[in-house]
């Protein structure tokens, strides 16, 4: 059975830092894809940031550019996010996703792309 366990979430101030990371069990995903979501309440799921686990290749959304860092470890079936210079409009749960292959057809920005879903992690930045 594939699990994504997130950990690393917590209560900050803006402008401090956190690292997230998700670590994979079940399968390997070192020639897919692993990505970052959040979700605020009353809101939409939105991309953050993913990465390509065979070359590390990485796409951020706009709005992180410059502050969050996605990385991975292969050999541990995990990935990071560094996400520094936090904001209070941040506040979300954070969520690991992947797939174990890349599509043609689907964008890994899209929700759709992704196979698996951790349980998310929730970070909270106080004004």
């Known amino acids: 059975q594939v699990q994504l366990v997130e950990s690393g979430g917590g209560l900050v101030q803006a402008g401090d830092s956190l690292r997230l990371s998700c670590a994979a069990s079940g399968r390997t995903f070192s020639s897919g894809v692993m990505g970052w979501f959040r979700q605020a309440p009353g809101k939409e799921r939105e991309f953050v940031a993913y990465?390509?686990?065979?070359?590390?290749?990485?796409f951020d959304a706009d709005s992180v550019k410059g502050r969050f860092t996605i990385s991975r470890d292969n050999g541990k079936n995990t990935v990071f996010l560094q996400m520094n210079r936090l904001k209070p409009e941040e506040t979300a749960a954070y969520y690991c996703a992947a797939r174990a292959t890349t599509s043609p057809n689907v964008p890994p920005t899209r929700k759709e792309f992704y196979d698996y879903w951790g349980q998310g992690t929730q970070v909270t930045v106080s004004s």
């Open positions: 990465i390509t686990m065979s070359i590390g290749f990485t």
